[in-house]
């Protein structure tokens, strides 16, 4: 069976309830995530906050052990990516993308 870690920074529990291996992460991270998401939503597009929302409760973005860095499954490949950079194109380019709005959801 695999073990299924919550994907917020800093946490890394293992994660046993249905819900919150769907989801990626446990309850109270989500109540946290939920919190952020707001805050994000300000300096972000809502598209791209939509988007990063999804990949979280996809269960798409992995954390790095010991990192405040993220495996991200996206809609084209597999990206790296933290709050502040990604190496999908959108990243090399120095534009904020929707993996970065996960990282920062995630390591708020």
Do not use: W
């Not at 989801?23 to 919190?35: D, E, I, M, R």
């Not at 972000?44 to 973005?61: C, E, N, P, W, Y």
């Amino acid at each position: 069976m695999t073990v299924v870690r919550c994907a917020r920074a800093g946490c890394g529990r293992r994660l046993t309830n249905p819900k919150s291996v769907a989801a990626g992460v446990g309850p109270a991270c989500a109540k946290k995530l939920a919190a952020q998401a707001a805050e994000v939503a300000a300096r972000f597009k809502r598209d791209s906050v939509r988007r990063a929302l999804g990949l979280i409760s996809q269960g798409r973005v992995t954390s790095i052990r010991g990192t405040r860095t993220f495996a991200v499954v996206g809609a084209t490949g597999g990206y790296v990516t933290s709050s502040v950079g990604c190496t999908c194109p959108a990243g090399k380019n120095l534009r904020d993308c929707y993996h970065l709005v996960a990282a920062k959801l995630l390591t708020a």
